[in-house]
């Protein structure tokens, strides 16, 4: 486990951490990354490497959370 102060700002989910942290497959979150605005993209770190930002996974869900509190 993380501290809480840790910066998010360095840590990357893959795909499959995605699809574990969403329970859906890898096809819906490339779904989402590509028609849902609001949904963070992909970042490629390398040739064969891509991932996204938990620091924008997490504000993502916080816009989200907040959306669904609007009624």
């Known amino acids: 486990m993380r501290p809480k102060s ?9 795909l499959t951490e995605l699809t574990d942290r969403y329970n859906c497959s890898a096809s819906t979150i ?3 990354s590509k028609n849902r605005p609001s949904f963070p993209k992909p970042v490629r770190l390398g040739p064969n490497t891509v991932a996204w930002s ?4 997490e504000q993502f869900e916080a ?5 669904s509190h609007r009624g």
């Open 30 to 32: 490339w779904r989402w």
């Open 6 to 14: 840790a910066s998010h700002t360095n840590i990357w989910l893959r």
């Open 63 to 67: 816009r989200q959370e907040v959306s």
């Open 54 to 57: 938990l620091a924008a996974i």
